[in-house]
């Protein structure tokens, strides 16, 4: 691709994207984790509308998307990603100056711009848009940095919480945006992408070999797929310590355990990469929502199986975060991709933008057990998608199932 000539090195575009996605899911998605209960309490506003501030982001975040999409797609995704970080920086600034619950939740519809421009589906469309079909290692490797934004950033904003209270919380992920991320993307990124004409022989001809016009059904179910592994996560990501409190464990217990599911995202990850080359990313997809049911169910069987049940959940969805990038990618090849992402995230960041709520009246009216139930069942479904996913593209003779 002479087009790239002076692009920075993959390996530090890699490390900078892998960088800003710890940064970017520590500063908004999992922060209510840690400090939803300390804000309904220092303020007395309800908790199902401090939770729900997220709801509201990622349902912004849903809405864009498509947008997102179709803008890394034309121009890259350096300016998008800064934007991100911009708005994520802006609006924790509107969380900790917030003097009301309105703008509190304006602070979070803010957070929801930079989180739809920022986290995985832009990411993964920028390295998608930069490197073609050869992306999906990329991918993999990003995901390994991504895993660990709870494991690095709970703990993290326990300590904030505890030292400097959650305002002040707000305000150190404020400038870690502002003041780190926004500028490791303008700085490090490329102004220009490569153009649709200088694309590789290889990846021309592995574009050919993939169907051009993916059938309503294949795009139905993996939509479907994408979007009820991320309202299982996203109502986890919120309630799980939570869950595990109503089990009498200490906030700082339920922390240390809830840590687990970082490394067990890692952990799988770096077998993926080891040996993604010898299989389809349908296998990975599979693979994740078995774990995901087997984490779940364990979950809500309780202790002691609750580390073995950690284990299994963050295996799961690491490989999902990884089968979320790389099946579009080997199903549907480069061209469009970043689009594509766009479309795909759209309903799951809508569906996610519902979870946590849905998941606070089910923890209301069904306590913790039954919630862990529900989520046992729909992960269940899922596992029956992703094996109805992998039966319509083996009968599809336009679709090849071999490692991409």
């Not at 809405?63 to 803008?71: A, D, E, F, Q, W």
């Not at 390994?144 to 494991?151: I, K, M, N, V």
């Not at 952990?267 to 010898?278: D, F, G, P, S």
Request: charged residues 10%; hydrophobic residues 55%.
């Amino acid at each position: 691709m002479s087009s790239m000539a002076g692009m920075r090195g993959r390996g530090i575009i890699i490390t900078v994207l892998g960088l800003t996605q710890i940064m970017a899911w520590g500063s908004s998605y999992y922060l209510p984790a840690v400090i939803a209960p300390a804000v309904a309490r220092d303020t007395s506003w309800p908790l199902a509308w401090v939770v729900g501030g997220l709801s509201l982001g990622l349902l912004v975040a849903g809405l864009i998307s498509p947008r997102v999409g179709s803008s890394i797609e034309r121009h890259g995704g350096r300016n998008v990603l800064a934007f991100s970080a911009f708005c994520i920086g802006a609006g924790q600034i509107g969380l900790a100056a917030a003097p009301s619950l309105p703008v509190y939740i304006g602070a979070w519809l803010v957070i929801g711009l930079g989180m739809g421009a920022g986290l995985y589906d832009a990411a993964f469309a920028t390295l998608g848009r930069l490197y073609g079909n050869s992306a999906r290692s990329a991918i993999t490797t990003l995901t390994l940095f991504g895993g660990l934004a709870s494991t690095v950033c709970w703990p993290i904003s326990a300590f904030l919480l505890s030292t400097i209270g959650w305002r002040g919380a707000c305000l150190a992920y404020a400038a870690v945006q502002l003041l780190i991320a926004l500028p490791l993307y303008l700085t490090l990124l490329p102004r220009r992408v490569p153009q649709r004409s200088a694309a590789s022989d290889v990846d021309r001809n592995a574009a050919a070999a993939r169907p051009v016009n993916p059938s309503l059904p294949v795009m139905a179910l993996l939509a479907s797929t994408i979007t009820l592994a991320a309202v299982i996560s996203s109502t986890l990501s919120v309630h799980l310590l939570s869950i595990l409190q109503a089990g009498d464990l200490a906030l700082a217990a339920a922390v240390g355990l809830g840590a687990l599911v970082g490394p067990s995202q890692v952990t799988a990850r770096a077998v993926e990469m080891m040996i993604a080359r010898y299989h389809h990313p349908i296998w990975t997809k599979l693979a994740s929502a078995s774990f995901v049911a087997i984490g779940v169910l364990a979950l809500w069987a309780g202790m002691p199986a609750v580390p073995v049940a950690l284990g299994f959940y963050g295996a799961g969805i690491g490989l999902e975060s990884i089968a979320r990038g790389t099946l579009p990618l080997a199903l549907f090849g480069p061209s469009g991709y970043a689009k594509l992402m766009g479309r795909l995230a759209m309903p799951s960041l809508i569906a996610q933008a519902a979870a946590p709520s849905i998941g606070a009246v089910l923890m209301q009216w069904t306590g913790a057990q039954g919630t862990l139930a529900v989520l046992g069942g729909l992960a269940l479904f899922n596992v029956v998608l992703a094996w109805s996913l992998r039966w319509l593209l083996v009968r599809d003779r336009g679709v090849h199932l071999q490692p991409g």
